[in-house]
């Protein structure tokens, strides 16, 4: 796949051109599948998703002009023949991967069988908001903080802090956030020291933009990369 992992959506003209040139084409003239489902273990997680489609453009990603939008819920797709969801997740351009419970998220991406599909989808571009970047790397930052949402008795507890590993690097957003003190680079650097691959620490204005394998960094802000 080709990956725009962003901290805040599509929060600038940089990051706007980049989504761009990886469509190949204006977003007016491109399909898109928003997927909500990590939002969902968080208080008002209902709310959250349908402002997320439906409300002010805080976060810009669904609301951007696309030619058609659908809603893709992976808690739902095991129930589904996938010969009826699986063609519109090929024929979209673009999937837009909103952010929240990383852990949720990965654990839902695995049980609906999107996870084994994303690799075959070369042409089509996996956008992500926060959780939804965190999802596609090795490991996942915000293991123990997801931790306190699982349902008891659940087994999405399991390999908390591993994520789907689709790029070689694993990233941290929303750096030096003033209501996020976790994201404070001194410890963003902690947290890093333990992981054995490159951490990319990002704010809200920046983005890592992926194709075949080759990473550039896409800021109109302030983002470092810390090597193991």
Known sequence: MKFLLTSSGICNPSISDALVDLLGKPIAESTALFIPTAVYPF???????????????????SQLGWKSLGILELTALPTIREENWVPAVREADALLVWGGDVLYLTYWLRQSGLADLLPSLTDTVYVGVSAGSIAVTPYNCDAEFDLGFVPDGSDMAQDADRA??????????HLNHPDMEDTALSDIQKWASGIPVPTYAIDDNTAIKVVDGTVDVVSEGDWRLINP
């Open 164 to 173: 789907l590993g689709l790029v070689d690097f694993t990233l941290y957003p």
């Open 43 to 61: 208080p008002g997680g209902a709310e959250r998703a349908w402002k997320a489609v439906h409300g002010p453009a805080s976060i810009p990603l």
